[in-house]
Every structure is written in structure tokens, then in C-alpha cells.
């Protein structure tokens, strides 16, 4: 026996509302079943019930609301998590493409990822950068601590283990960043075999970029304040 569908019951429900006013209005051979001078008694059932179907759907109402505002908050949060690891993914990927080589003890080391950085403010030997391959990484640098500054801006709001995750991994790279600028000086900087710069002209182009690495350094310290507070 073929069970009715859905849709089949609601045709069937819909009809006979339409129909059982007739029905339970009209006369009946069996007094029973004869319904045509029941409608005080209706009315009253209509009046006690009224209130508490009344009451329910206002309390329904009530569920209903609190539940959606209960969905759109862990959508919201949703959401900024989603956007954090977009960002998070940004800075690892950033990181893995930032190819740099240097000078150590005469010999040429060719590195990746801002995090490794932070071994060159560990080392006690000197090591020198050529002048577009440090200007081109500490332009790297900057994007990175820009991204961390998101990073920290959209976790403020979450819950306290969420916020720790995202803030942990963006000190490391703060603190990576900062570690090895720090330690970039006058005497880290070597003009490139190609450049054409006259003494004087280089000296002046070390210079700037020496006074842009001291700013940033300065901005990467006031946005390290923010974890600490």
C-alpha cells in the first residue's frame, strides 16, 4: 500500500478544511454525530483556548528570534575566523616566497621565509647584505607586519583561546622581523656588482633606507605594545 507524500497530505488537509464546516454544520440521522447546535459550546472552547494558543505562538516567536540571533553571531565569528586563516595563509605564503641570499664568513647562504630572519640577530658573525636584495626584503618585511596588524585587529573580538592561536602566530613573525632589523647596520650593506651608483650617491640611498628600517622598527615595537596589554 502506497503511503501518501507530503504534498498529497497537505492537498487532503487543505480540502478538508474547506469542507468540514459543511459537514459538521449540517443535520444528521444520528443525534450523535449531529453537530448543527454545538456552537456555544465552540465558541467557549474558542475563548479558553485562544489566550494559550496566543501565549505559545508569542513565546514560539520569542524562540524563533533568539535562535536566529544566536545563528548570525556564530556566523559572524565564522566569518572573521574564515578571514583570519585567508590572512594567515597570505603571510605563509609571503614568507615562503621571500628568497634572499647574504654573506657569512665569505661564503654566499641563500635562505627563505621571514622566520629564518631571526637567526641572523643570534649570530655573532658579521653578515652583509647586498644593497636591492635587503631593500627588497625589508619591503617584505613591512607587508608582513602590515598583515599581522590585520591579524591582531580581526581577532580582537574573538573568545580567548581563538585569539591566543591568531596572536601567537602573528608575534612570531613580529618578533622574527624586529630581531633582524635591529641588528641591520651601515656596515650590513654592500652595493650589488651591477649598480651604478657613484660613492656618494649609494652612501645616500644606504642612508634612506636605514632611516626607513628605523621607523619600522619603531612601528613594529608599538604594535608589539598591543600583545602585552
Known amino acids: 500500500m502506497k503511503i501518501l507524500s507530503g504534498k498529497g497530505v497537505m492537498i487532503v488537509g487543505i480540502i478538508g478544511v474547506f469542507i468540514s464546516p459543511i459537514l ?111 631593500n627588497s626584503l625589508f619591503r617584505s618585511c613591512v607587508l608582513a607586519r602590515v598583515m599581522c596588524e590585520q591579524i591582531r585587529h580581526f581577532s580582537a573580538d574573538l573568545e580567548k583561546p581563538a585569539k591566543a592561536f591568531f596572536n601567537s602566530f602573528a608575534l612570531s613573525y613580529l618578533n622574527s622581523i624586529c630581531d633582524f632589523l635591529n641588528t641591520v647596520e651601515r656596515k650590513n650593506i654592500l652595493g650589488n656588482q651591477m649598480d651604478s651608483y657613484e660613492d656618494e650617491e649609494f652612501s645616500s640611498e644606504v642612508g634612506n633606507l636605514l632611516e626607513e628600517i628605523s621607523q619600522e622598527i619603531q612601528g613594529i615595537k608599538q604594535e608589539l605594545k598591543h600583545y602585552k596589554s
Open 24 to 134: 459538521f454544520t449540517r443535520g444528521s440521522l444520528f443525534k450523535i454525530f449531529d453537530f448543527s447546535n454545538t456552537g456555544q459550546i465552540g465558541d467557549t472552547i474558542g475563548g479558553i483556548t485562544a489566550p494559550i494558543v496566543g501565549l505559545v505562538s508569542i513565546i514560539l516567536l520569542y524562540l524563533t528570534l533568539r535562535e536566529q540571533q544566536t545563528f548570525n553571531s556564530r556566523q559572524i565569528v565564522d566569518n572573521r575566523i574564515n578571514q583570519l586563516l585567508m590572512i594567515q595563509n597570505d603571510l605563509n605564503t609571503l614568507s615562503e616566497m621571500t628568497a634572499y641570499n647574504y654573506t657569512i664568513d665569505n661564503h654566499e647562504v641563500s635562505e627563505k621565509g621571514l622566520l629564518n630572519l631571526g637567526k641572523l640577530s643570534q649570530t655573532n658573525t658579521s653578515f652583509m647584505f647586498g644593497y636591492m636584495e635587503l
